[in-house]
């Protein structure tokens, strides 16, 4: 690997959730971090939306990032307009100081 190979500016998103002016829960997605990336795009598929019916497509898309140890799976990425879920964090054995988001779109509340 090698920094050339990540062309692709990506906002990584926390989800925050503080009391509201009634005494409610809000929950807001606030920018965590803004890292360069590379993007890689995977299959798609038709999931179930819900237990009451209908379908949404997901596809899967992976961001290659350097090292960190500050992202959690709770967290989503922002690309070009679109919003996807993190699902898995890997770091890489093969290639010490780089790690793998792998994220779905098409199901998060973002």
Same mark, same amino acid.
């Given at each position: 690997? #090698?920094? $050339?190979?990540?062309?692709? @500016?990506? #906002?990584? =998103?926390?989800?925050?959730?503080?009391?509201?002016?009634?005494?409610?829960? $809000?929950?807001?997605? *606030?920018?965590?971090?803004?890292?360069?990336?590379?993007?890689?795009?995977?299959?798609?598929?038709? @999931?179930?939306?819900?237990?009451?019916g209908g379908e949404v *497509? +997901?596809?899967? +898309?992976?961001?290659?990032?350097?090292? @960190? =140890?500050?992202? $959690?799976?709770?967290?989503? *990425? @922002?690309?070009?307009?679109? *919003?996807? =879920?993190?699902?898995?964090?890997?770091?890489?054995?093969?290639?010490?100081?780089?790690?793998?988001?792998?994220?779905?779109?098409?199901?998060? =509340?973002?």
């Open positions: 690997m #090698n920094s $050339q190979d990540l062309d692709t @500016r990506i #906002n990584i =998103d926390s989800l925050q959730v503080a009391k509201g002016t009634s005494g409610g829960m $809000q929950k807001a997605w *606030v920018l965590h971090r803004t890292v360069w990336a590379k993007r890689m795009d995977y299959s798609g598929a038709e @999931r179930k939306a819900s237990s009451a *497509v +997901v596809a899967r +898309v992976e961001f290659l990032i350097r090292l @960190r =140890d500050d992202l $959690q799976e709770t967290m989503r *990425v @922002r690309h070009r307009g679109k *919003v996807f =879920d993190i699902q898995h964090i890997k770091p890489l054995a093969n290639a010490r100081g780089w790690m793998v988001l792998t994220c779905d779109t098409g199901m998060n =509340d973002g």
